[in-house]
């Protein structure tokens, strides 16, 4: 059981994508203005460096650099959670103490990405990267990407360590959700992965959610959040009913990378392109315009849900 009291961190969490100067250079300007951005909708929690913020991207010094940046710019009003994983176990316990000198409320890691590693590789990898830093640690599992999957053998060995505080289940089967949330216990945090079904992952016992695609419009999923406060499922349903079809034509675009920027840069924040491979969307692509303006009717349509 972790000896944290991770109440804290049951919060819509976005993921935070990565802005990019014209050069391809970490734009910290732009860094510290999607952060206040998020914080100005009411975005308690965000998760930096991880899938959507390009994390497997960047080098070390740039990760540190957009970490240390978010930290210094929003910390005080927000729980950042540092996604720390690399190739190697000793650059992620690098990041890892890192997050812990600049004050980061919490890590998480993937499993080693590339390799093909059996359990106890993936066991010691974490293991180290928890001992590297006295802070919240959270599993990322998303067997989509690294083509590791973890079994319920792996997670209990993990729920021994004290610092182990939850996991975020990207996996696709809702029911992942649930067997993770029953073996970690009411204390244990378990993140829902898959936006598309941020629902069906609550009713399952998720405690709350990390995505990919909730920096285009956090103000739906913290709805949804709502609505789940009140018990107000079905209205929750309607809402994740307007959400799910949104998804899909952001990934309908040559990268939901450039996707969810370019709605973030006509709402006002400038973001830049994705780093190379993942492909820009041009801000004046006319689907990208039609999707931006539904986005914001969804959100209009639920403001007085």
């Not at 000793?90 to 980061?104: F, K, Q, T």
Request: net charge negative.
């Amino acid at each position: 059981m972790s000896k944290y009291d991770v109440s804290k961190f049951r919060h819509v969490t976005v993921a935070l994508n990565t802005p990019f100067a014209a050069d391809g250079s970490v734009d910290v300007n732009a860094v510290k203005a999607v952060s206040r951005y998020f914080r100005g909708k009411g975005v308690k929690q965000m998760y930096v460096c991880g899938s959507t913020g390009e994390g497997f991207l960047l080098d070390s010094e740039e990760r540190k650099l957009v970490a240390e940046t978010v930290v210094n710019e929003v910390g005080g009003d927000m729980n950042i959670i540092v996604h720390v994983g690399c190739a190697d176990t000793r650059h992620s316990c690098e990041l890892a103490a890192h997050a812990a000198a600049i004050g980061a409320a919490a890590t998480s890691a993937v499993p080693c990405v590339y390799y093909r590693l059996g359990e106890e590789s993936v066991y010691r990898h974490w293991t180290a990267i928890t001992e590297a830093a006295d802070l919240p640690f959270f599993i990322y599992n998303i067997p989509q990407l690294t083509g590791f999957n973890l079994s319920m053998g792996l997670f209990s060995r993990m729920l021994e360590n004290e610092r182990v505080a939850g996991v975020k289940c990207s996996s696709d089967p809702a029911q992942d959700i649930l067997r993770f949330k029953q073996a970690g216990g009411r204390d244990f945090i378990v993140f829902n992965g898959p936006d598309e079904q941020y629902v069906a992952g609550r009713i399952m016992g998720a405690d709350a959610g990390i995505g990919g695609t909730y920096g285009a419009m956090p103000e739906l999923y913290m709805k949804i959040d709502e609505l789940i406060d009140r018990n107000e499922w079905e209205k929750a349903a309607q809402v994740q009913n307007l959400v799910t079809p949104l998804i899909y034509r952001l990934c309908s675009f040559p990268s939901m990378h450039g996707a969810v920027k370019g709605i973030i840069s006509l709402d006002g924040c400038p973001m830049g392109d994705p780093r190379l491979p993942f492909l820009p969307v041009a801000l004046d692509d006319p689907e990208l315009l039609k999707l931006y303006r539904d986005i914001r009717g969804a959100v209009d349509t639920v403001k007085s849900w």
